[in-house]
């Protein structure tokens, strides 16, 4: 999270950045249906030495009406 849209380093799986404990990235995986529309969920994550630790908060119930 920082000043510009995207800035490095990316979190893909085409990319060759190293991700440092005590950074903070978003993880932002979108479904997208042709004629429907879509939806991204938009995590913040800090990385740790072991992983990360999620500090998004938000419920991600299906909820169908």
Partial sequence: ???DIHEAPAVAATS???LEARA???V???VYL???GGVRIE???VV???GCR???TSPKDLIVT
């Fill in 1 to 3: 999270m920082g000043l």
């Fill in 16 to 18: 060759t950045d190293t």
């Fill in 24 to 26: 903070v990235v978003t």
């Fill in 28 to 30: 932002e995986p979108g």
């Fill in 34 to 36: 042709p004629e429907h």
């Fill in 43 to 45: 995590d913040s994550v």
């Fill in 48 to 50: 740790t030495d072991g």
């Fill in 54 to 56: 999620l500090i998004t």
